[in-house]
């Protein structure tokens, strides 16, 4: 099981910017596809971005094309969000996600797809 503990969220305004981090606890995180998630109070939890093992195939959800970037950096174990023109309806948890088994070059935008989760970090963005 991979451990997944995220950081950087918080409040912010309108327009504003956050980095998210999502550290794993396996040295073998080059091999784990990643995502994002996003769950709102009393909404489904929702794609938001995901990352192929070896970083080079990248997909962000509609909602979030052009404000939002995922990246990856293997050797400190960590996966980004960065967010940016953030949005009141970008309020919510957000999960980092990994999947244990994939081939390089894929990425996954189902949550049943993932097997390991953290715990989310809250953002909430005011107007």
């Known amino acids: 099981q991979v451990q997944l503990v995220e950081s950087g969220g918080g409040l912010v305004q309108a327009g504003g910017s956050l980095r998210l981090s999502c550290q794993a606890s396996q040295r073998f995180f080059n091999n784990y596809a990643m995502g994002w998630f996003r769950q709102a109070p009393g909404k489904e939890r929702d794609f938001v971005a995901a990352?192929?093992?070896?970083?080079?195939?990248?997909k962000l959800a509609d909602s979030v094309k052009g404000r939002f970037t995922i990246s990856r950096d293997n050797t400190k174990i960590t996966v980004y969000l960065q967010m940016g023109s953030l949005k009141p309806d970008d309020t919510a948890v957000y999960y980092c996600a990994a999947r244990r088994l994939t081939p390089d070059g894929i990425t996954y935008d189902r949550s049943a797809s993932y097997d390991d989760w953290g715990q989310g970090t809250q953002v909430t963005v005011s107007s």
């Open positions: 990352i192929s093992r070896g970083g080079g195939v990248t």
